[in-house]
């Protein structure tokens, strides 16, 4: 097991109907409010209303922000800055899924320590720019997927440039988080979907990418697994089950806040793979991922085969004794799986051909390779051929 340190900074205020504790929480922390959130379409319109309703009842002065897109662009979170520092505020509350969290994490460090949002994030040999400190934040999740209402990351569009890339501070770790099933069962079942193969990608991103460092870790991720697996197929049964959504927030949130990685930091590159998808085409992220993960567990398979077959045994049902003969039934086991509850995807279902592979391949590496081995640094190297060919598996 490696050497690690580890916290949990977030304060969690979980159960049904917790939203209305938004202003007494949220004034600990600030006197003007900046809500940021998603466009208002009606799904979502009575739920910015109670927000603002909760927060002016508590004395607090609001400024909303009603613009950020899934895969939040820089452009938009640039306004989103400009906004916040001329209109004098001190505090935002993130209202939203992944996007809306991480476009409020860039707003609430930029405004504080100047700049544009993209200053900041990998790209390249480019050194980012650091920051200083951040404005607190309170995150009101209507999605669980990457666990962004706890965690230091956030992901960022540049749609001029056709890029995605990320950062992390823990300036910019949400203070409070509130957690209300509530408020996340308003979501519509097709999105909900997508976001659990989103938490999914981050159980096996760090699993994939060890060599038996840490079975603690181990154990907490195939339980977390085996727990998702058996939520997912409730609430495709039963959108409105509460106490699934809940758990599928606790999923969410220990999937990619470190619990799962105690004693084994590697990663694989999964998520920078599917970053030129959501560049390119503006995919959804959980959905680009549910494109992504078979392909990719079946083109490495024969590269670190005992952690696939050991995935594929505790969680998947696979009997095979043979590590390499486990390992290639992992793939055909996660697509019955995603089949299993309408989450199977493919490029070609989604209207995408091959035209871009290269490109995308090429836009991967420069922004997150090696330049000098012409590979992405992981415990399975990756080339630009091995991105091009998982996107060919993937069609």
């Known amino acids: 097991m490696d050497n690690f340190d580890w916290n949990f900074p977030t304060t969690l205020t979980y159960g049904p109907g917790r939203l209305a504790e938004l202003g007494d929480i949220t004034k600990e922390h600030g006197k003007k409010v900046f809500l940021a959130t ?230 694989i590159p999964m998520h920078s793979i599917e970053m030129p998808l959501s560049a390119h085409y503006d995919m959804p992220h959980g959905h680009g991922m549910g494109v992504v993960i078979p392909a990719y567990m079946e083109y490495f398979a024969d590269k670190l085969p005992h952690r696939w077959a050991k995935m594929a045994r505790r969680c998947f049902d696979v009997t095979a004794e043979d590590d390499l003969e486990a390992a290639k039934q992992l793939a055909p086991a996660v697509r019955e799986w995603f089949a299993s509850v309408d989450s199977l995807f493919t490029l070609s279902g989604d209207g995408i051909d091959d035209s871009k592979f290269v490109q995308m391949a090429e836009d991967v590496m420069r922004m997150f390779g090696d330049p000098e081995k012409d590979r992405i640094s992981s415990i399975i190297p990756t080339s630009v051929q091995d991105m091009v060919e998982i996107y060919k598996l993937a069609l």
């Open 38 to 267: 998603y466009h208002r379409v009606p799904v979502l319109a009575p739920l910015i209303d109670r927000t603002i309703g909760y927060l002016e009842a508590a004395g607090l002065e609001v400024v909303v922000f009603e613009k950020i897109e899934p895969n939040p662009r820089s452009s938009t979170i640039d306004e989103g800055i400009q906004l916040f520092k001329d209109s004098g505020c001190d505090c935002v509350v993130a209202l939203g899924g992944g996007s809306v969290i991480d476009g409020s994490k860039y707003i609430a460090a930029t405004a504080f320590s100047g700049g544009n949002s993209w200053d900041y994030v990998v790209l390249g040999d480019r050194a980012p720019r650091e920051y200083t400190g951040a404005y607190p934040i309170v995150a009101v999740p209507t999605v669980s997927a990457a666990g962004s209402e706890v965690n230091a990351g956030g992901v960022l569009t540049n749609w001029e440039t056709k890029e995605k890339s990320f950062s992390r501070s823990p300036y910019r770790i949400p203070k409070v988080a509130i957690i209300d099933p509530e408020v996340l069962a308003t979501l519509p079942l097709s999105i909900t979907k997508d976001s659990c193969v989103d938490i999914f990608s981050h159980q096996i991103e760090r699993y994939l990418a060890d060599e038996d460092k840490s079975e603690f870790a181990d154990r907490v991720t195939e339980g977390l697994i085996l727990m998702l697996k058996d939520a997912f197929a409730k609430i495709v049964a039963d959108p409105t089950d509460l106490e699934t959504r809940g758990t599928l927030a606790l999923c969410s949130i220990f999937s990619w806040q470190g619990l799962q990685a105690l004693g084994r930091m590697g990663t």
